[in-house]
T-cell receptor, first 113, second 117 residues
């Protein structure tokens, strides 16, 4: 069982659609992350939130818009995506002020058609 | 900037045999090192971590890893592999950038472990 819950598990969307990925954790962690993982590749960091504030943006295109409404929730809003954005999107959390570890959810498998 | 090298893309071992997965890192300061395992279509599960202290670290599922600063290595080992260990294994190094919170984790390319009966 994972303590980081991601919904939906699978998502298929067209290039003109708007959709959102959701992530929730109840471990009291104050740092939350979005990673993108392409097939047969390692996860790549997209965003880091610390105390609900965006602290790291790894030069991610603006068609990906993160949001952290409270300390337990993390969203990733998607708009005008491209087929090459198809990937597994992983959410993670960690305690603040420490060098890890990260606790990962099971991810959302996104397909852009 | 930190980086991680996992030189073996695939490794095949027989069930019951011992296992060693290699990991080399590059980082200017004291590294924070991790091993994660990922089954197909799943998230990443933490196997073990090294922050400081004893260089031999015990993890879950019978795995251990040894930190060798002189070799910049953090190899993962298991004395006897089970068929359920077949998965992809990622080594990662973490840092906490100055003035920022959160752990900027950088992953190696991964090693796919196959177990033959």
């Amino acid at each position: 069982d994972t303590e980081v819950t991601q919904t939906p598990k699978h998502l298929v969307m067209g290039m003109t659609n708007k959709k959102s990925l959701k992530c929730e954790q109840h471990m009291g962690h104050r740092a939350m992350y979005w990673y993108k993982q392409k097939a047969k590749k390692p996860p790549e960091l997209m965003f880091v939130y610390s105390y609900e504030k965006l602290s790291i943006n790894e030069s991610v295109p603006s068609r990906f818009s993160p949001e952290c409404p409270n300390s337990s929730l993390l969203n990733l809003h998607l708009h005008a995506l491209q087929p090459e954005d198809s990937a597994l999107y992983l959410c993670a959390s960690s305690q603040h002020g420490t060098p890890g570890p990260l606790h990962f959810g099971n991810g959302t498998r996104l397909t852009v058609t | 900037a930190q980086s991680v090298t996992q030189p073996d893309i695939h490794i095949t071992v027989s069930e019951g045999a011992s296992l060693e997965l290699r990991c080399n890192y590059s980082y200017g300061a004291t590294p924070y090192l991790f091993w994660y395992v990922q089954s197909p279509g799943q998230g990443l599960q933490l196997l073990l971590k090294y922050f400081s202290g004893d260089t031999l670290v015990q993890g879950i599922k019978g795995f251990e890893a040894e930190f060798k600063r002189s070799q910049s290595s953090f190899n993962l080992r298991k004395p006897s592999v089970h068929w359920s260990d077949a998965a992809e294994y990622f080594c990662a190094v973490g840092s906490q950038p100055r003035g920022e919170y959160g752990n900027k984790l950088v992953f190696g390319a991964g090693t796919i472990l196959r177990v033959k009966s």
